[in-house]
T-cell receptor
Framework: QQQVKQSPQSLIVQKGGISIINCAYENTAFDYFPWYQQFPGKGPALLIAIRPDVSEKKEGRFTISFNKSAKQFSLHIMDSQPGDSATYFCAASSAGGTSYGKLTFGQGTILTVHP | NAGVTQTPKFQVLKTGQSMTLQCAQDMNHNSMYWYRQDPGMGLRLIYYSASEGTTDKGEVPNGYNVSRLNKREFSLRLESAAPSQTSVYFC???????????FGPGTRLTVL
């Protein structure tokens, strides 16, 4: 059962454009939503994360938008650069219950930024 | 400070063979995890260890066993490898469960 659904599977953006990746979750107990970035041949690395007490979090060119009622969250990359070309994963976990501390990942989005 | 290290980087097995994937972290983290990554399926949790001395099943534990040898090391064993276990395996650690997870470089395993 896929509890976190991510779209699109792949995304091509021109340099300077905005990249948007969306995720939807089912488990209402989820309360921690990180995004991971993975370059080819490397392990994923935390990019940015949000907890549901805020609707938006921004770090440099990266912004997470969170909609608790819709059970959706998204990653926006402003002024996309070729160096942003990577695979992006959303994830979710909860502070309690059977999902405590266990990240459930989305399927991943392969982002390509053309120069 | 190496972070999370995994050995080996690559491995080819024949169906039915066994092997152990090694993972170690030098960040004094309490929690450690094993994931597998398959195309189009993201990362799926195999087993995790919230603290030294404890282990628990994740989403896809069948065909695997784990050992939390000490606080630093967490190994994953395939007793009888199957082609369906062909995947990239990642180990991760976090200070405590529910915190940022740090990933190793991965082991690419092929089972023929």
């Amino acid at each position: 059962q896929q509890q976190v659904k991510q779209s699109p599977q792949s995304l091509i953006v021109q340099k300077g454009g905005i990249s948007i990746i969306n995720c939807a979750y089912e488990n209402t107990a989820f309360d921690y939503f990180p995004w991971y970035q993975q370059f080819p041949g490397k392990g994923p690395a935390l990019l940015i994360a949000i907890r549901p007490d805020v609707s938006e979090k921004k770090e440099g060119r990266f912004t997470i938008s969170f909609n608790k009622s819709a059970k959706q969250f998204s990653l926006h990359i402003m002024d996309s650069q070729p160096g942003d070309s990577a695979t992006y994963f959303c994830a979710a976990s909860s502070a309690g219950g059977t999902s405590y501390g266990k990240l459930t990942f989305g399927q991943g989005t392969i982002l390509t930024v053309h120069p | 400070n190496a972070g999370v290290t995994q050995t080996p980087k690559f491995q080819v097995l024949k169906t039915g063979q066994s092997m152990t994937l090694q993972c170690a972290q030098d960040m004094n983290h309490n929690s450690m995890y094993w994931y597998r990554q398959d195309p189009g399926m993201g990362l799926r949790l195999i087993y995790y260890s919230a603290s030294e001395g404890t282990t628990d099943k994740g989403e896809v534990p069948n065909g695997y066993n784990v050992s939390r040898l000490n606080k630093r090391e967490f190994s994953l064993r395939l007793e009888s490898a199957a082609p369906s276990q062909t995947s990239v395996y990642f180990c991760a650690s976090s200070e405590i469960a529910y915190n940022e997870q740090f990933f190793g470089p991965g082991t690419r395993l092929t089972v023929l």
